[in-house]
């Protein structure tokens, strides 16, 4: 959690840490949605070799190196020094992208699923983060979309879209998020309007992502569930996609994940900007070809993740190590 990183720099620096346990097995012991976890401690700094037990269990040796839980960033406790090593050294995505959230209506049963006597030019078919699959999404609701082709409200609305919302404008306004401006004015949509657009799941089990890029992609809208990277063109947004979707991002992104009930979690924009981004990646047309064949649905995981394996230079341990945490059965891939 966001807000615990000034308590794990604490305790992490100025006490040695003996055990800090997951109690994933006692989650339903409790009426509500809880996650326990169980930390020993003991009052004095640890050495720079000194390693954490993760588990409650005497007999578990202990593997996590307490030098790599400093800072403050969230607490990747199965994570092996293999994982860690992995692109450790490579440029972060965040260094060169800023994720948005997708568009904010501030009330959907005002915008999804319009009337028919809405014009069709104002009707743009929404993406939630539910209906994101890999490469590809399914088609969410219809999203009414009072704006101009930059994401800007329209000064007037055309004959039947006026008509629709005419009765409605004391809600618009009411939104918490109005400040002014056209009633129906729609909320962080420069992103999700550009022309060329990564997009993901804020919360989902694992990491995945497709490129909206084509001019029949125009008119899909991500919504706020979801976040969008505007990408400066539609190959980037190709090669960016399939590098999110390779086993080893996906296993990094769920490691330092904020844990969510069901096994979910939280891909938020902290966590992408995180990942490692090799300069490479952006320059590999393999990914882009990979990314296109996904999108048309080829089954292209086992190439993907062998293709993305050289931009972090993975050793096999490290293959091995990330391939149980993506959940990929052959970890040769």
Known sequence: AGYAARARHALASEATLNVVADLEEQRNTFDATAYPMALVLTRRRASETHRVRTSLSLGEPARTRQAGLGGGAPWV??????????GAQAPRLGDRFT???????????LFLDPPPSVEPALVRVSIRGRDVRPFAAIAGPRLLWPCDESGRPLARLPAGARAHLAPLLPRLRARV?????????LFRTEAASAEHRVVWADLARRLTALALTGPSDRNRIPLNTCYVLAMPDGESACRLAAWLNCSWIRAAARLGATVASGGYARFCAARIEALPLP??????ATLGELARAGAAGSSVQAELDHATARHLALTPAARHALAGVAGVADDRR
């Open 77 to 86: 406790l199965t994570a092996t020094d293999e994982m860690l090593c992995a």
């Open 99 to 109: 994720p948005h959230l997708g568009v904010k209506t501030g009330a959907n049963a």
């Open 279 to 284: 300069d490479t990646v952006l320059a590999d």
């Open 177 to 185: 998020d109005y400040g002014g401006g056209p009633p129906w004015t």
